[in-house]
């Protein structure tokens, strides 16, 4: 009797899972207001230099970074999101929702722990690749050892796609 009382309790503490489903939908709804925020301020100042025939010095090199940003903000957003997806259906039920629809959800069905780990492995890499290139767009060149490094980290990412692709396959 105490090793069936036990057992039931045991497998009802997987609906302490719900925290983790319940906070990460709250960070990536966060996150999705904050980049959506940047998007906005960066309209507003478009519409302000546009009309008011301003040209701020580097304009083109803030504007598409702070865009960048927010894709990166987007994609740990869509992070979180596969990561409540995925905590939910591996310890408390299948979401009967995603079942019905007629569309297919196939980024958020996980069936295993690893699965769970590499589709947000994958996305991950892809945020490091964004922050890289909002990186990069700040950087001055200073000769053609410098350039010469910069060359081989784009090789070394295109690389790291390449190998994150191949392994689908």
Excluded: C
């Excluded at 701020?56 to 997806?85: K, Q, R, T």
């Excluded at 310890?91 to 069936?111: G, R, T, Y």
């Amino acid at each position: 009797m105490f090793e069936r009382i036990f057992e039931g309790a045991l497998f009802r503490s997987r609906f302490v899972s719900y925290s983790a489903v319940i906070f990460s939908m709250f960070g990536a709804a966060i996150l999705f207001l904050i980049a959506s925020m940047d998007i906005w301020n960066v309209m507003v100042l478009t519409y302000n230099i546009v009309f008011n025939h301003l040209h701020p010095e580097h304009m083109h090199e803030d504007v598409v970074s702070v865009i960048i940003g927010a894709v990166d903000l987007y994609l740990i957003a869509i992070v979180m999101f596969i990561f409540s997806f995925g905590v939910y259906e591996l310890f408390v039920s299948e979401i009967d929702e995603m079942e019905k629809s007629e569309k297919s959800f196939s980024a958020l069905k996980i069936h295993t722990l690893d699965e769970l780990k590499d589709k947000i492995a994958k996305v991950i890499v892809m945020v490091l690749v964004v922050n890289f290139f909002q990186r990069v767009l700040h950087t001055d060149y200073n000769g053609a050892l410098e350039m010469l490094y910069f060359s081989g980290s784009i090789l070394f990412l295109a690389l790291a796609l390449y190998f994150l692709h191949k392994g689908d396959h």
